[in-house]
């Protein structure tokens, strides 16, 4: 596929398959069924009408299908809507695989996964190191796959792997910074503080929470998970209590989410990384279509505010 | 020993003896040491002044010794407070025990654990009844002395015990009056909602914080627990995630320490049968010394309310 | 009526009596009036549309009337729709009673009154029991048929009664365990707590907040009504004081709307009563139509929560 | 007496009587007993210690007495203090009135009145005019000496009285440049929404809550007067519950006491009135003994602010 | 122009020349797209819709352009609509000019202007008059035309000039009251504290905000003009640090964007003539159009009330 | 001094020459002055009482005098103390100067020059180059000696140019991972961001708040150097209002006092690094005394947290 689906400008006329992320049935002001489409593929997703449908068309343009569409790109309330003119299921003679229409992190799975097994290599104190290996090695397929979350930031395919990647590096230039700091401890914390999402969530595509999700959390999973990873490897340190303090306590206060806040140093320095590394990701993508001198929609996983694009910059 | 030390009339002469709760030196403005000692039998404590000390005296009168005393009780600032006359510490031929010297629960370790016995009996579902056995075995020893807290409510030598069987005839009575609720759920929550404080707390004398208590708090040493117990026993159902949500959500709010809110009825249910049996025992453990008409000290755990005990009443 | 509304299937085709409680005009994006009608029987209520509306269909189809309607039940974005084939409004030959089609308490009027009769004749304080017999009796016919609130619990007809007698069940059982208890003192605050409700709200249907229910607030509605019963009745003792403390103080905290938050034991076990009552009926309601492995929708009066039904309850 | 108390410098010798309005008894690190004694006139109060008291002096000190005492002021972090030199009792011979140390309002009790009675004698509707003047007399003898708080402000003798006519001077001006207001409705709102204090406290001297005003609160007794006083005048209209909406909502929040926040024009204003005169108050209090250039002491009432005199005020 | 916009009822037919205020163009479920105008004159505005528009109609329909218009007003949920049944752009020959359209103060520019030059000079302190006078001088020809906020309060032509002038008027009356205020320092407050808006807004049509606006806000704009202001007079005194205190905590607190609470008597008194104002503003204008006995819409800005208008007004 | 004041054990004779940080008069329970002396070197300071004291004494003795002392260390309820056994003045023989007493930043004040200055080298933007070179320069001597705060963090001699340091090191390696940050407005806002604290406070030494600091503060302070500046040197870009924008969000929330919150990413990233390295000093202080395995006292800045040394740290 040469040109993208959000490369297009408004008023241009488009010819692309597109994923349906979402359908919804709605029942007209004529009294006719039409459905609302999310259509998406790797540059974003779009809205789009599809009128008077039959019983055929909703089975045909539900979720996860892929389709050929074509028609043109409208501004509606500022916000980007598809107007469709032609629409089909894709066949199997078309060639396309879902994966193909999916955002996924900038760096290759077997990339992410030599990075973070080197910092796992790099780790002096052995109870960290093994615990840390058990639990990723346990997990890695999932790990590899995963969102980090079903919306905010780094939702998208591999996003929880990048996510740790990039928290990972800024670990390693703070604690170059501040020797004081144990790496070990602060690279294990990294590794393992949202790897519950990989219960909690149900996969990569249409993430939902699960059950166990919806009942514990990610935290309390992971901490759950710590324990027995340790109890399996025979490991008894002072160690396994930090640790799953610092998974307990990465959210950072009580009301978000952690049943004790960071009562460790690095598990204090933990929860900035996190949120420095969710926030620069959340920044990023509300600034990429804005152009210089405007500002963002307001981000509501930001408090709600819009960012300003400076006319110097570019 | 006859008369108790809060049983005395503020101006009364008290010869008894106390056991040393809390023994603080201070360097007076004369230039001499002190000590502020807490002293205390079964009917409550009381604060004493020891003027001009010797190293001899720090070391007769420290914490948890049982000593022999004389004096007059006086009111300062509303606070009782002993002037001593004359002390000395108990000698061996005194024949005095630490036990019998602290608070303890209204009713017998054996009396109370029949009657949780007797609860687990009546459970039907075997998943939940195993669990709630297994673990009530494993730490029977510690749950029957423990107290439910450290200041607050239920703070007494098998203070947690005594709160888990009133909570539990609460829990009776109510899934009497409603009966869609899941009886041995609630049950179960109940004997296991507070269980991790035997890991959190020190013990039932000068109770403090482990430092596992610290790092984790009892919900998520309890909840990690029950994890530990179905995978040991086997059990595989749904009750497993269910038990550790009422376990987790408790505390009813994140902000007070439930990473997630009760999304159970159960669960809610448990939540007030908690705070209902708590708050009776603050208020009733307020009100006993205060005379109708009266309004009680203020209350930090309530609140910071006082409350008032009608003219009426008596 | 054999088979109620909500019993019926989606995409069951329905034919029975509805009654319209509300009916709302709407101009549609072609330019023609429509109204969206809720439509209710004892089994819940349902929106449906109806396009195209004349002045006399909006006379013929106004709250409070009753239609004979068929139509389709529709799932339209998780919630229910009506898709009305043919609608025309009751006729007398239809012997249709508005009151067939609301929801009501579980038991009769009669057995209501004659419980909280006996409550009221238990009574051993004179003061309490003749200022709440007073009131009672003044205001019987309302409290009989009154809903305990405009939406979120007991919004029902007789809900305030029915609300009333699960609190004084709850109280007996209540005090039964904590002996400390005033059960005058707590039946009498359970009664009365939102008897100004009768003065707050419109009735049974239809129900809206009158102006001096706006203004002034049950609570404050009721208080003054004490102090009058009081001085109609000759009583000057301290309970008329501390009744109408437990009515000011019963929803708990100043920002709830007491302008004291309970001083008294018996307010405050007051305010738990009212609380879990109330939360029961919101939880079983939003239950009821839920499946096992389920959760309901989101609760906005129990802070938002979803609720889940564990796949072990039946 | 010539010069008052808080007119003496730092270090100077002082010889005047004073009242004391509070004596508190502790034990000194000797063991012998002391008494904290707050000494007051109509310029201020100040703290002194009396060391090695007898039972004598405990009974000759206690509060509401009346002493002779010479002594110097000493400043102590930056709080003033009163070394005794020589004190004793004031006996008949010395001619004292406790009224001679207490501070009092500026204008006279019968300015005040006079002030008042013509406010209300300018009110048009019949309704307003008739309840208001009917509670005024029922408690004028209270509400001409009794203070409008226990601290915070207007905490002298006719305090209460004091206020409201700041208030009705506030109102009568306000209401000139908006003429859209009710000046009626205002000024009874003034004259009324405080009166409860008259019940609500002991009294002008060692002011301090009654249980009525504990479990109640002034404003929902004075919401309760004006239903009884519009009974008792066989007044109907909807002025009456205007009126008890109007003190009922003057603290503006239901957080801040006020079951129902303001909803007619003129109660949001009456909020406003009270804030405004009692904030100005606070201030001048705060800023009376600061020499320009230096900042108050923190004042807890105003959001524990400190203010500030510029240099060029005098 | 004879019969202005809201001045017809409800059903009546109405032809008269309107401004589009607003103009956003939507796609309705036939396909087909419409114009949500809204359109208005100086007695408020209302929404209509133009239904199958053509490229053509949205040009002449956009926001700025006078129309004139022939329909009749409906009542839609609550809020009137207007039924377009002609339309057309007003031609030059109408005659018409945008600012016949515009609400604008009551009183004139010339009037406005008139009495603050008289207020600043009845200044004493020839600091601050200077400093105001420069200000005002610098910025008047927006001054009198710029709204005091997009939304809310004074949101019309001149409406910044016009909340002045009532607050110097609360400002002189207040002062009257309490003589200890200084009058300069108050009236400075009031002509200065808004003046940053002329900078932060776009001006006195389709108001919004500017970049500098957005990222520094009208509070910070001014103090730095004060700071500016001085050093071109060549004022050091104390007062202009203190003037910018009060622009700067003129919002009262931290969290209303203030980033010093006021720490000086005037400044309080400043922030609290401020609101009032403000407060009338919007609840007069609320009022309104509402009849007695019934209450306004919900006020978004007066924390969600309704006000309701008693039925003895008028 | 071989041998600093910290590092003696408690019990330990300890005999050297401190300085006085702060000290403060007392009446001792015999009617005796005392003195509560804060002494300190660069290793830490202690309080200790001088009991007795003359008029003489209170001179020699006051804040920021050199005392040679000799007592020992107690531990009094978990504070060190100092019990003094002899004491006098510093002669000009002992040849102290106050310097060596005060904590200062562990890097020189040439070096930390030097890297700043590269810093400001290696800008590209000239507009953010000169503005940052113009105020740095007006207020290098300043700059290199203040704290940058006068409790929490970097309270020493040059803590704002060490804070500035080493938020710099952490903007270069933040930058280094996320190129899409502007590094020149990051390296500007690091050094504009507390610069105005050299007017808020008083100097390096028994720090205070200015006039100016209390009513302004130091952002808006620097918000109007930033302004002047830009004028000063004739630029005109936007860049001035975004480094306005950036010193002036720097505080992250409005009720953290930062008039406006981070609305450009390099604000909301300043506002990180700023949090980051303000807490790290702050941990680091506190855990400096701490011994494995056990926790610091409560560190209010820290919401009120200890923090653990696990057990396996050294």
Known sequence: MSKGLLEHEVGEQAELFLLVK???KGIASNGKPFLTLILQDRTGDIEAKLWDVSDQDEQNYKAETIVKVSGELHNYRGRLQLKIRQLRPASPQDGMKISDFLETAPVSQDEMMGKITQYIFDMKNPN???????LLKKYSQEFLVYPAATK??????????YHVI????????????YPSLDRDLLYSGVIL???GKVTELSGPISTAY??????LGHI????????????ELGIKGEEVVVLQHLVLSHHGKMEWGSAKPPMIKEAEILHYIDNLDAKMNMMDRALRHVKPGE??????????RSFYKPTFHQ
């Not at 309390?220 to 109890?231: Q, W």
């Open 152 to 161: 905010n930031h780094h939702e998208f395919v591999s996003g929880l792997a």
């Open 220 to 231: 309390t999973i992971m901490v759950n998970e710590i324990g027995k990873a340790a109890e």
């Open 128 to 134: 960290i190191q093994r615990i840390t290996r058990h």
């Open 166 to 177: 990039s928290m990972l590096d800024l670990a390693k230039v703070i604690s170059g910074l």
């Open 295 to 304: 500002f963002t929609e307001r981000v509501f996983a930001l408090d709600n």
């Open 22 to 24: 979402n359908s919804t």
């Open 193 to 195: 503080h949202d790897l």
């Open 210 to 215: 699960t059950t166990e999700g919806n009942l």
